[in-house]
């Protein structure tokens, strides 16, 4: 499909292996996307608080997946409001050899870039794409646009402006595969939709890792616009709300937001850990700086 937007010159997609062995032979797997707010560089601080057993995982505000992608739970319900995302991992999980052979079209200029980038102007078109193609879009537009970012305007339509990356490379084959054989393997429930509607489904003992979009701080760059609504004060309200329902059904949760008086305030009665994470801070001399942030709970640490 994309190919015929223009057909000159292929880029080749591949290549990198980023799966290792770790000493208990399970795959180490990475996130496939580049993700606004990505948990990898602050795994460090979140896996100790990650309670040593639990029934089922929950992780509803999915994006990258970077926590999920560590710790490689055998049962879990894996969620996100952002339709793109969530077809992403089910092509990888159903139709992964499909995905990869879509993936070769792809060619790194603004003209190709600004074509699948609009295609969901055009309601008939977008609407036309089978999932496999929405997907290879997906991941297209995720490596390509300018810092990997998800952003829609109002209209829900893609608005980041083209990357101008010399060498982006999307996830290679092996990577992919891999994800795919851990979404197969493993009991994941992949949904769509709210992070409250999943919450509401939970049974008592599982586990939940909150990630939402962070409360803004000024002078940090937070993005807030993953979706088509934005997550505003009365968002980070509700879902301390959703936050309180957990623990009175005893669902442990942790929880990443920014490190602000108003999301201190907002959780006062939890246990909160402030962490320092490299993020981009909106200073364009500063460019990358270290940033406090919050890890919330309701359960001591172990
Ligand atoms: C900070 S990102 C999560 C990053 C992720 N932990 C990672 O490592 O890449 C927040 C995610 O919340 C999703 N989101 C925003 N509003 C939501 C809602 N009301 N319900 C569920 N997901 C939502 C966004 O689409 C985005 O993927």
Redesign the pocket.
């Known amino acids: 499909m994309f190919g015929r937007v223009d057909s000159a010159g292929v880029l080749r997609v591949a290549r990198s292996v980023a799966i290792t062995i770790q000493e208990n032979d399970k795959i180490s797997l990475q996130?496939v996307?580049k993700?606004?707010?990505?948990?990898?560089q602050l795994l460090s601080a979140i896996l100790p608080l990650v309670p040593p057993d639990f029934g089922l995982y929950a992780?509803?505000?999915?994006?990258?997946?970077?926590?999920l992608f560590r710790l490689r739970p055998e049962r879990a319900v894996i969620?996100?409001?952002?339709a793109e995302?969530i077809n992403l991992y089910t092509v990888i999980r159903q139709d992964v050899d499909a995905l990869i052979d879509a993936l070769q079209c792809h060619r790194n200029d603004a003209a190709y870039y600004y074509a699948v980038r609009n295609i969901d102007r055009n309601a008939d078109a977008y609407k036309g794409l089978t999932p496999v193609e929405r997907a290879s879009r997906t991941l297209y537009l995720n490596k390509h646009c300018y810092n990997g970012l998800?952003r829609v305007n109002r209209s829900g339509h893609f608005n980041t402006p083209f990357g101008r990356y010399r060498n982006p490379t999307i996830a290679g084959a092996t990577e992919l595969r891999a994800v795919s054989a851990y979404l197969r393997d493993a009991d994941i429930d992949i949904r769509i939709?709210?992070?409250?509607e999943?919450c509401g489904t939970l049974p008592a003992g599982s586990f939940v890792?909150l990630?939402?979009?962070?409360h803004p701080v000024s002078g940090t760059a937070n993005f807030t616009g993953?979706?088509a609504?934005g997550?505003g004060p009365a968002?980070q309200e509700r879902l301390k709300l959703v936050c309180d329902d957990l623990t009175r059904r005893n669902i442990r949760f942790l929880l990443?937001n920014s490190h602000d008086d108003f999301i201190l305030d907002l959780y006062r009665e939890y246990y909160i850990d402030i962490v320092q994470a490299r993020r981009p801070v909106n200073s364009a001399a500063a460019g990358r700086g270290v940033v406090a942030e919050v890890l919330v709970r309701n359960y001591p640490s172990a």
């Open positions: 996130p996307l993700w606004a707010g990505g948990k990898r992780e509803p505000f999915l994006g990258g997946g970077a926590v969620s996100d409001a952002n995302l998800y939709g709210d992070y409250a999943v890792y990630d939402p979009p962070y993953y979706t609504g997550f968002e990443s």
